[in-house]
């Protein structure tokens, strides 16, 4: 979403990164807003204006029960951040410096800033959205500019060294890594090339491994049956999957609009052990869902079950006048989240009980659920709790702005 991050932020008004915010009373603070034995989620929300200037809002809950959320008594915080999260810390990614802040949850419950480390010196002005936390030891910040991926220690907030990611830049796009991924000691990063003001996608799916251990690139896979490739998710027996999803329906929103054609998007496959994708494996989503387009990413829940989903376009609910042609066809209640089993052959189906609503941001993980804002305009979110056993969602709980991350803290 950027050419510059925040113009392309008010371009597209959908959130490209697992998370935002921040955890504290500032980036040198870190007392949680609510009282310290309550510290048991942070939950986070995104409020953009009518200028599409945006702010984040955090803060703590006691329980998932215990809505409506205001942001009354949340840390606001201008534009967009990254969080990370691991064990009983949180490492926030500040918007207006490339700067980490770890803050840890003490004995109490409180929450305080306990680290900071510094991008400065590899020429970052930010830090970027692309970023995995593997363990205690080990955690892979993917810088767009420079094209790097940068492993460093949560514990000891020290850089531990950078990975050159060459071959990943394309004349006249802008790189784009937000759904990186770690799975069983690798980092997976989904390259995406962007060009907003000439209104182009880069025709194509690629993808980055990264072994951050040994420090070095292990595999490279690319296709070109589909167009901008997101988040792997594995199944059971080993095999990961990539939804070529035309960076979110944007492929297919140009092509509308000059008059041109675009791809379907697809589902492409790399086996076990292997770093190219397979020639044999090609569905195209429009082939699963009775016609319908993929406009979101794929999530999981629990990686290695083969479960995933990702929203539907249903262009019949669009308004009269409104059509795919712009940005602003998202902002209308017309899709839906869909669970698909992949596999060979995949399958997929609407999720029961949800509803139809705008584009949002993606969604949090709690005790094997996934937790989705669904709002009609943005300025409020109904927040649903799948299950993908049952592909069954309930309304948990009700909040302000677009429901934008949840994460439940090792307590």
């Known amino acids: 979403m950027r050419p510059n991050r925040w ?4 371009k597209t008004g959908l959130k490209l990164v697992p998370a935002l915010g921040l955890l504290g009373c500032g980036a040198d603070e870190g007392l949680s807003p609510a009282s310290p034995r309550d510290a048991r989620y942070v939950l986070s929300s995104v409020v953009i ?3 599409g200037n945006r702010t984040t809002y955090v803060q703590t809950i006691p329980s998932l029960d215990s809505g409506p959320f205001t942001n009354e008594a949340a840390i606001e915080l201008p534009g967009n951040g990254v ?3 691991g064990g009983r810390h949180f490492y926030v990614g500040l918007a207006e410096e490339p700067t980490w802040v770890r803050y840890s949850v003490t004995e109490t419950g409180a929450i305080e800033s306990t680290g900071r480390m510094s ?3 590899l020429g970052a002005s930010r830090i970027d959205f692309g970023n995995a936390y593997l363990d205690d030891e080990t955690a892979v910040s993917v810088l767009t500019n420079p094209p790097v991926a940068v492993v460093w220690n949560p514990t000891t907030m020290e850089i531990r060294g950078e990975i050159a990611l060459e071959g990943v830049t394309r004349d006249g796009y ?3 890594v937000w759904t990186t991924i770690a799975h069983k000691g690798l980092v997976y990063i989904p390259a995406r090339w962007s060009d907003w003001d000439g209104e182009r996608i880069y025709p194509g799916v690629s993808l980055v491994i990264v072994d951050p251990k040994a420090m070095k690139i292990v595999g490279r896979a690319s296709d070109d049956r589909c167009a901008s490739g997101g988040r792997v998710v594995f199944d059971d027996a080993g095999y990961g999957y990539v939804m070529g999803d035309g960076r979110n329906y944007a492929t ?3 092509a509308n609009a000059s008059g041109g054609s675009a791809p379907e998007n697809c589902l492409l496959r790399i086996a076990p052990g292997a770093n190219q994708f397979e020639p044999g494996y090609f569905y195209t989503i429009p082939s699963l869902t009775g016609g319908r387009e993929s ?4 999530e999981t829940v629990t990686q290695d079950t083969g479960i995933a989903f990702a929203k539907m376009f249903y262009p019949d609910k669009l308004p009269p006048g409104v059509e795919p042609v712009n940005f602003e066809f998202w902002n209308h209640p017309a899709h839906k989240m869909w669970r698909l089993h992949l596999g060979s052959p995949p399958t997929a189906e609407e999720v029961q009980g949800i509803p139809f609503s705008a584009i949002g941001f993606e969604g949090g993980v709690v005790a094997g659920k996934l937790y989705t804002g669904e709002s009609p305009d943005g300025s409020a979110s109904d927040v649903y709790e799948t299950d993908p056993m049952t592909n069954t969602a309930v309304l948990r709980f009700k909040m302000d702005g677009y429901f934008n991350a949840l994460y439940e803290l090792d307590r």
């Open 174 to 176: 802008e790189l784009e």
């Open 7 to 10: 113009a392309r932020a008010r």
């Open 119 to 121: 991008f400065l010196n």
């Open 252 to 254: 297919q929103m140009f």
């Open 49 to 51: 204006d009518a200028d």
């Open 295 to 298: 406009i979101s990413e794929l």
């Open 83 to 85: 969080v990370l999260a």
